[in-house]
């Protein structure tokens, strides 16, 4: 839970300094997911496992709401569909009154909302901050050894978070190494 916050901490800190500026589309996907698949934790009986999640998802919230003012506003058709995506989660969950379904769709436009952040990572590997998503993979893995009841509908969801976390870590350390900062010449 502690580690669900920290994580968010320097990424909060590059908003305000201005490196890092949020996409207002990504933070709203990725708040309706959160909030999505805790939901379906908590109605699995997850326990504490929830617990970290639902910090995440209020920070990805907050995010959300800071990117209105400092974050990028380009919004594609890749975007809208990922968004149309997430909603369809929700609508899943509650038409058909099946928290599985809803997180194998969460799951799944997770991964689709990850590719964006992927293809910026590959190009600027510079731009994004390395720290949330290490602490965030870490955070989730916790979280699923939190787990009160484990079924696919209680982890499914915090596994993948961990997997597409070190997916970016990865490419954002290897591309760092082969992406030099420019360097300044006096």
């Known amino acids: 839970m502690i580690l669900a916050v920290i994580s968010f901490l320097p990424y909060l800190k590059d908003i305000f300094a201005q490196k890092t500026k949020p ?5 709203l996907i990725w708040s309706i997911l959160q909030t999505t698949g805790v939901l379906a934790m908590i109605v699995g009986h997850a326990g504490w496992g929830a617990l970290g999640l ?4 209020l920070f990805c919230i907050f995010i959300f709401f800071l990117s209105f003012k400092y974050g990028t506003k380009n919004i594609t058709t890749f975007d809208t569909f990922c968004l149309l995506g997430a909603i369809c989660a929700i609508l899943v969950w509650v038409f058909l009154k099946d928290p599985l379904y ?5 799951t799944a436009i997770d991964f689709v909302g990850f590719i964006p952040t992927y293809r910026k990572g590959y190009f600027d590997p510079q731009s994004e901050t390395v720290s949330l998503y290490v602490l965030s993979a870490v955070s989730n893995l916790l979280n699923l050894l939190a787990i009160g009841s484990y079924t696919v509908t209680t982890t499914l969801y915090v596994a993948s978070l961990v997997i597409t976390n ?3 870590v990865s490419i954002l350390l290897i591309r760092r190494r082969i992406v030099a900062k420019p360097s300044i010449t006096i």
């Open 23 to 27: 996409h207002i589309y990504s933070w």
């Open 54 to 57: 639902g910090i995440g998802s």
């Open 102 to 106: 809803s997180v194998i769709l969460v």
């Open 166 to 168: 070190v997916v970016c």
